[in-house]
């Protein structure tokens, strides 16, 4: 990790969270916060494809991708949370194919899978929650929690079960 973005973006937080609550900025935390992880993961898994060292891109990745969740958090009306996890799945996803296609370009299929889950995302967010999506995933999801408990306890009983002596 680059001590220099790292002592930039905490200073950048530093200095806009100071501004937040002085009221000179009228924006939520999380957001300044979300826009400061993104442009440190952003800036940290460019270094590390350059010289650092490789294991540092998924750490940055995770960072990039949770500040754009804390983004989307607070710049999109989600009235439920599963709609939330269902952008965040398909984002995520999106991302870790691009990811994956930066490690092997030989593969184009990676970029095109992950730049279509992250429009899908995108897709999800604004078209597809006027027609509903989010009100159906709810309904959904409901349903599942009544269930879940029981299709937990019996595919687990089914792997006891079945279990090699």
Not at 14 to 24: D, K, N, R, T
Not at 99 to 127: P, R
Request: charged share 15%; aromatic share 16%; net charge positive.
């Amino acid at each position: 990790m680059n001590k220099n973005l790292t002592a930039i973006s905490l200073i950048i937080f530093g200095v806009g969270s100071l501004l937040i609550w002085s009221g000179v900025l009228s924006y939520n935390p999380e957001i300044l916060f979300g826009i400061v992880l993104t442009a440190f993961g952003l800036s940290n898994a460019n270094y590390s494809f350059r010289y650092g060292p490789r294991k540092m891109i998924i750490f940055s990745s995770i960072l990039f991708l949770a500040g754009i969740v804390l983004m989307i958090k607070n710049l999109y009306d989600i009235i439920d949370t599963r709609g939330l996890v269902l952008v965040s799945i398909l984002f995520i996803s999106g991302s870790a194919f691009v990811i994956m296609f930066i490690e092997n370009t030989k593969h184009k299929t990676f970029l095109f899978t992950g730049v279509t889950l992250a429009l899908l995302s995108i897709f999800s967010l604004t078209v597809l929650r006027e027609l509903g999506l989010f009100k159906w995933l709810k309904i959904i999801g409901d349903t599942f929690e009544f269930f879940l408990p029981v299709i937990l306890i019996f595919f687990g009983v089914s792997i006891y079960i079945s279990r090699k002596k």
